[in-house]
């Protein structure tokens, strides 16, 4: 069987135990250029042993299987790698495999990115809040390192995570904070009392936190449909409870036949 490995791991950092970013280069052809938000499919072959943190698998793969999932993007696309940001499902298929990867081994990696959770089809002067539980910041990261910064508007991202380390990007999304003024950053963890050195940030659910008006405190401003866009991304309850209740204040769910203001991306 001729082998479908077209690209090679460059790097490998463990955020948490659960949790790894992983930059893969195209061996032998490049990336074609993309929008940031959008993702890309990756694949391993069923042979690829499991990473030992990994449970019994849900389901039986057959040998010679290219299995294959979609990720998020997290890398600017003027970058000559392309960086995920992925979360350990211990009774999953792939992800124990990626688990088990070193530097320089081969992957699969799809020649063709797709999905339309973008800022296309946002005004230049709309305020932008970006949500995400989880890996689901990986989008944002994309956005943020490609161009979102040099929009005129103000943008936020509010992160959830049940523990401080799970907050990935943490480090860049303060530094991004500290360094422009249109920019905020507001993570929360909704865990800690196990955080051995205390965590003196917010703890609430995001759906409290924007129901306080934080966002408008940030902005200065009155958040409106008129004026904002939301983006949603991560655990499929976050996001479900966050669609209804920006619902409920006038905000229009996104699809591309009928344009709104809250944007959705799940990630199961």
């Not at 999932?69 to 790698?81: E, K, L, M, N, T």
């Not at 990696?109 to 089809?121: N, V, Y």
Request: hydrophobic share 40%.
């Amino acid at each position: 069987m001729e082998s479908k490995y077209n690209s090679v791991v460059t790097h490998i950092m463990q955020v948490s135990p659960t949790m790894k970013i992983i930059r893969i280069k195209p061996d032998g052809w490049e990336f074609p250029d993309f929008t940031a938000g959008q993702f890309v499919a990756l694949g391993l072959y069923a042979e690829i042993p499991r990473c030992e943190e990994a449970t019994e698998e849900y389901k039986f793969q057959e040998p010679g299987t290219l299995i294959k999932r979609a990720y998020s993007i997290a890398s600017s696309s003027s970058q000559h790698f392309i960086e995920f940001y992925i979360t350990l499902v211990h009774s999953g298929s792939l992800t124990p495999r990626l688990f088990s990867l070193n530097i320089g081994d081969k992957i699969y990696m799809a020649p063709k990115p797709t999905g339309m959770f973008t800022l296309d089809m946002v005004d230049e002067i709309n305020n932008i809040v970006l949500i995400a539980t989880g890996t689901g910041v990986a989008p944002y990261m994309s956005m943020l390192r490609s161009n979102a910064l040099k929009r005129k508007s103000k943008i936020m991202v509010i992160q959830g995570a049940s523990n401080s380390w799970d907050l990935g990007y943490y480090s860049e999304l303060q530094l991004l904070s500290s360094m422009f003024d249109n920019f905020f950053y507001y993570p929360t963890v909704t865990m800690p009392e196990k955080e051995p050195a205390g965590w003196v940030g917010d703890t609430r659910f995001i759906e409290a936190i924007w129901k306080d008006g934080t966002v408008h405190k940030h902005f200065g401003v009155e958040v409106s449909p008129d004026n904002t866009h939301f983006f949603l991304c991560g655990n499929p309850n976050m996001i479900k409870s966050m669609q209804e209740i920006l619902k409920d204040e006038g905000f229009k769910l996104h699809s591309r036949k009928d344009p709104g203001q809250v944007h959705s991306e799940e990630f199961f």
